[in-house]
């Protein structure tokens, strides 16, 4: 009986080193994840797992515009070959129609894929900016020595792509036109046209409807690639969330 009542005390203190209150470290880190000192290592890490993902957008977007190309530049010369030997006889067009519409569907493939890569490379952004007002948050007035945006809604992420605003319709579908999927688009409009112009030629051998039915195909494919952007790019905006927007007032 002597023996039992020090060992019970003794596991006493030992409990209350398990089971008491939380050291103040790890209240900081419950109330402030930021104050977890292991924070800026995770935050790290994250940055740049997010950089390996956008430059893997890239090199796929510039890998899938470059076999489109080879592929369409190989069928364009089979077809000046045929039609070298032979001429734009009725034998060769139906050559020429397929080997167009391969080109089509495969650059239609294209300019999809590489909206999906585009709204990836987006998504990366917006995470960059998350972890940039992050660093911003762990150390106040490094707002002066980012470049990049540290906001994670459109304006944000435009500030990364060193634009403040968006533009006006008509700019952005310009600026929408420079770029990959915007090129790779337009040329999938031009195959549209040539097929659309083959297939009118060998309905009615002549000049005037062929370049007639040319003419309303580029702008048929040209409209429906400019609504398919426009439409994913919109959505794009609508469905990503914002957790640091950009403040109104533009000293914060």
């Known amino acids: 009986m002597q023996e039992s009542m020090p060992a019970a005390a003794a596991e006493a203190p030992m409990r209350d080193?398990?089971?008491?209150?939380?050291?103040?470290?790890?209240?900081?880190?419950?109330?402030?994840?930021?104050a977890d000192p292991r924070a800026l290592q995770i935050l790290s890490t994250e940055h740049w797992s997010l950089l390996a993902t956008r430059s893997l957008a890239y090199n796929e977007a510039f890998t899938r515009t470059g076999m489109f190309l080879t592929f369409l530049s190989a069928t364009l010369i089979v077809i000046g070959f045929l039609i070298g030997a032979q001429g734009l006889s009725a034998s060769i067009l139906p050559i020429a129609?397929?080997?167009?519409?391969?080109?089509?569907?495969i650059g239609a493939a294209t300019v999809g894929r590489l909206l999906d890569a585009s709204a990836e490379e987006l998504q990366t952004v917006r995470g960059m900016n998350r972890i940039r007002h992050a660093y911003r948050d762990m150390v106040p007035g490094l707002e002066p020595y980012f470049v990049s945006g540290f906001h994670d809604d459109a304006v944000g992420v435009l500030a990364t792509y060193a634009a403040r605003t968006?533009?006006?319709?008509?700019?952005n579908i310009v600026h929408?036109?420079?770029?990959?999927?915007?090129?790779v688009a337009i040329i999938d409009s031009m195959v549209f046209a040539a097929l659309c112009g083959l297939i009118a030629a060998g309905i009615a051998p002549a000049l005037g409807p062929a370049l007639l039915a040319a003419t309303v195909g580029f702008a048929i494919a040209f409209l429906a690639f400019l609504r398919i952007g426009?439409?994913?790019a919109i959505e794009g905006q609508r469905n990503a969330e914002s957790r640091f927007p950009t403040p109104v007032d533009p000293v914060d």
């Open 97 to 105: 129609i397929v080997l167009l519409f391969a080109d089509l569907f």
């Open 230 to 232: 426009s439409k994913a």
């Open 166 to 171: 968006a533009g006006s319709p008509l700019g």
């Open 17 to 34: 080193l398990g089971q008491g209150s939380a050291s103040p470290a790890t209240a900081r880190a419950d109330a402030d994840p930021l």
């Open 176 to 183: 929408g036109l420079t770029t990959t999927v915007g090129m």
